[in-house]
């Protein structure tokens, strides 16, 4: 069982940044994949980015490769999403998910087993 909990949204300027944290708890969380995704009133829940258990590979989705970056810190149990260069159509709740296995990144919402509740992130133009 992993619980997550995301904080570090807010309302920023564009051009501006912010860095997510999405803190596990649970002894198997370093051996989880996670995955940053977010979501839009009325639309689908998307992938944003996502890091192996080990940190050694990180996937993003291509409207954010190049401003986002995902890191973990297994030792703190911690994920991060340093979000830079924010536009206002990066507007959206951001979620963290957790997944055991297969041990891969997944883009797909339904891969993943474990949700955190979201932190809002509002980018003003």
């Known amino acids: 069982q992993v619980q997550l909990v995301e904080s570090g949204g807010g309302l920023v300027q564009a051009g501006g940044s912010l860095r997510l944290s999405c803190a596990a708890s649970?002894?198997?969380?370093?051996?989880?994949?996670i995955g940053w995704f977010r979501q839009v009133p009325g639309k689908e829940r998307e992938f944003v980015a996502g890091?192996?258990?080990?940190?050694?590979?990180?996937y993003s989705s291509d409207s954010v490769r190049g401003r986002f970056t995902i890191s973990r810190d297994n030792a703190k149990n911690t994920v991060y999403l340093q979000m830079n260069s924010l536009k206002p159509e990066d507007t959206a709740v951001y979620y963290c998910?957790?997944?055991?296995?297969?041990?891969?990144?997944?883009?797909?919402?339904?891969?993943?087993?474990?949700w955190g509740q979201g932190t809002q992130v509002t980018v003003s133009s």
């Open positions: 649970g002894r198997t969380f370093s051996r989880n994949v």
């Open positions: 998910a957790a997944r055991s296995s297969p041990a891969l990144v997944s883009p797909i919402v339904g891969q993943y087993n474990y």
């Open positions: 890091i192996t258990w080990s940190g050694g590979s990180t």
